[in-house]
């Protein structure tokens, strides 16, 4: 079985390392521990094809206003998971401004964007038109909890699927 | 000394290699295991085995593109239960060279400060969306009392207005004229009170807003006078006004707005003191109007002075103390909005001075056609609340009017087209129907009469409304009998 490096970008504290902890532990840490680097981790999903495939998870440190996200860690990545804060709206905006660059640097691979902390939606800042915009560019986009591992399987799945599509 | 240099060079990368614990792993093209030297372990690399694939986790480090020659580094890379590090990648004949170096310690100093610094990023944040939420949340509250306030004022013009009237009814009876004062004082009170929480409301959406016109001094502090001399009678107070001799008779400035300052400067003052009086002094010179306020009251400490015109704030120590705690606040933004300052010279057990000048242009001429005749003039007034249309009719009719009265946007239209009136005056909310709507189709073609909106809304932020430029004047509610006819007649009165 061939492994597969996906790597997980999007702004310091959307969660993550949580959502890789969660994927690949099952486990929920609720104090916020900053990335520093890379962390590497590894995780096979079934495909409902029947097929497998091995996941090389890069969680990269986040981006903030002070340090910008090490692009060197992209290096022939298979694909990757935008990942932005419900309840904070500039995430999002982040997250679509680290597509383009992305894309500029892997070229068209396979990517998603999960809006993580699903379980905070009563406080989520994102209204209805910014996620009609998103929507509008096609993007493969999920809702996700690292604190419940609500469609955090699905999220990394549909990825693995499109991975395993493309190759 | 020969060999001085290597004995240093060998010390210095023993404690290198010490602290770095290099893993060395050499790998073929199809990414097995050539040979190693260090501890895997220490990096999660069991059991390494020559001819063994390379950890599939380390696996990506490696470029897909054979023929990349460059050498690479990757900072801080963290493999599970392994301690971060840095890995170096190098080309050679046939693989690839992979050096790995502890970076543990170099991690935590970085951790620990980008921790700390995103914590205080999310603070930070948590803290601006608090205020911004609190924020909205004091707009609507704004909002709600700005909203509020304007509905106290059309039941407020009711009462000020059918007492007056009342009182011009029955001018003998001195019982009856005692009680209706009171009525009238009460109301007025309130709406003061009133004035001020929405002026309170307003300033916090947007700055207040003045609008000025030619008025005279003396009908300002007559009007003041007459509303809080009896105040000051019943506390056995005198109340004397002083006026300067070169102040001229007609002034630009708003006159509502100066009332409103001295009804709260003069009011507190009468409030606070309990014997002796209150003196109320002006003063002109180069356009700006000075005004003093000075009672014989207890004064105020330091402390109390450094925040009295704060909002909500009462002085301590007066258990007399009522009212919103919004006077001296609103009376400071109205005065500041008026280009100056109210200043406070006091000290405990010698009384209070608040001072204050603002811009009041000498304006020259006469008053136009105030004093002309309203004898036989066709007025329509349309107002949704039938007490009000009632009082209205009165003091038109007293001053010899015509006067058609309507209630809604259609029978407003109608008899205006049927009597061809010489001034229509239309409050903004019609019951269902829009006032501003009703004056844009009046002033639409030919224009035969003056066009008055008389609202309770005052034209502020929380109220804003465009209103069609149509409009010959915009009188707000509650309004007197003498400022309805005087206004109505330096519109539309025959000066002869």
């Known amino acids: ?167 | 000394m020969s060999g001085g240099l290597q004995s240093l060079r060998q010390h210095i990368n023993r404690i290198l290699t010490r602290q770095t614990r290099p893993l060395y792993l050499v790998v073929d093209d199809t990414l097995r295991l050539v040979e190693w030297r260090g501890d895997g372990s220490h990096y999660g690399l069991e059991s390494l085995q020559a001819g063994a694939p390379l950890d599939e986790r380390l696996a990506p480090i490696l470029p897909i593109d054979e023929q990349e020659t460059r050498a690479h580094a990757w900072r801080f890379v963290q493999l599970a239960g392994a301690p971060p590090c840095h890995v170096h990648v190098i080309r050679l004949d046939g693989g690839w060279g992979v050096a790995m170096l502890d970076a543990g310690a170099e991690h935590a100093a970085q951790l620990a400060q980008q921790q700390s610094t995103h914590e205080l990023l999310l603070l930070r944040r948590e803290r601006e969306a608090l205020i911004a939420e609190l924020e909205q949340a004091n707009r609507l509250k704004s909002r709600f009392i700005a909203g509020m306030s304007h509905e106290f004022r059309t039941p407020l013009t009711s009462i000020i207005g059918y007492s007056d009237q009342l009182r011009e009814i029955r001018p003998d009876d001195r019982e009856t004229q005692h009680h209706l004062n009171a009525v009238g004082r009460g109301a007025r009170y309130l709406l003061n009170l009133v004035e001020n929480l929405l002026d309170q409301a307003r300033s916090e959406i947007g700055p207040l807003q003045l609008h000025p016109g030619a008025c005279e001094l003396a009908e300002i502090s007559t009007e003041v006078e007459q509303l809080l001399r009896p105040v000051a009678g019943q506390r056995q107070l005198s109340l004397a006004w002083w006026f300067a001799s070169d102040i001229p008779a007609r002034l630009w400035l708003d006159a509502i707005r100066l009332k409103q300052v001295l009804i709260n400067l003069v009011g507190n003052a009468i409030k606070f003191t309990e014997q002796g009086g209150v003196n109320v002094e002006f003063d002109w010179q180069d356009g700006r109007l000075q005004v003093a306020v000075a009672d014989t009251g207890p004064g105020i400490d330091e402390a109390d002075a450094a925040v009295i015109f704060e909002p909500f704030r009462q002085t301590a120590g007066h258990n007399q103390a009522k009212g919103a705690g919004l006077g001296l606040t609103i009376s400071q933004a109205l005065v500041q909005a008026m280009g100056g300052e109210v200043r406070l010279n006091t000290r405990k057990g010698e009384g209070s001075r608040f001072e204050f000048s603002i811009d009041a242009p000498a304006v020259r001429g006469g008053r136009g056609g105030e004093g002309g005749s309203l004898a036989d003039k066709k007025i329509v007034i349309a107002d949704d609340d039938p007490d009000l249309l009632e009082l209205f009719r009165l003091w038109l009719s007293s001053a010899g009017c015509r006067v058609e009265t309507a209630r809604d946007a259609a029978s407003t239209l109608e008899i205006a087209r049927r009597v061809r009136p010489d001034a229509v005056i239309l409050d903004l909310d019609l019951g269902g129907d829009d006032g501003a709507a009703v004056a844009a189709e009046l002033g639409a073609g030919e224009r035969h009469c003056k066009i008055v909106i008389l609202s309770a809304a005052p034209n502020d932020p929380a109220n804003e409304r465009q209103l069609p430029d149509v409009i010959d004047a915009r009188w707000t509610k509650p309004i007197s009998r003498t400022e309805l006819l005087r206004g109505l007649a330096a519109l539309i009165a025959d000066t002869g």
Not at chain 1, 72 to 77: M, P, T
């Open chain 1, 1 to 167: 079985m061939r492994a597969r490096k996906v790597c997980l970008i999007g702004d310091f504290a959307v969660g993550k390392t949580s959502l890789v902890s969660r994927f690949v532990h099952s486990t929920f840490g609720e104090q916020y521990l900053t990335t520093v680097g890379v962390k590497i981790d590894t995780k096979e999903v079934c495909l409902p094809s029947g097929d497998s495939v091995k996941l090389v998870l890069w969680d990269i440190a986040g981006k903030s206003e002070f340090a910008p996200i090490d692009t060197s860690y992209l290096r022939d990545a298979a694909g990757y998971l935008l990942v932005a804060d419900g309840t904070r709206v500039e995430t999002l905006h982040s997250a679509v401004e680290l597509q383009a660059s992305v894309e500029r640097q892997l070229g068209r691979v396979p990517f998603g964007l999960v809006l993580n902390k699903a379980d905070l939606e009563d406080r989520w800042a994102l209204d209805r038109n910014r996620l009609a915009a998103v929507d509008l560019r096609g993007w493969r986009v999920g809702r996700t909890s690292a604190l419940n591992g609500n469609g955090v399987e699905t999220a990394f799945a549909q990825l693995g699927a499109q991975l395993m599509h493309e190759t």
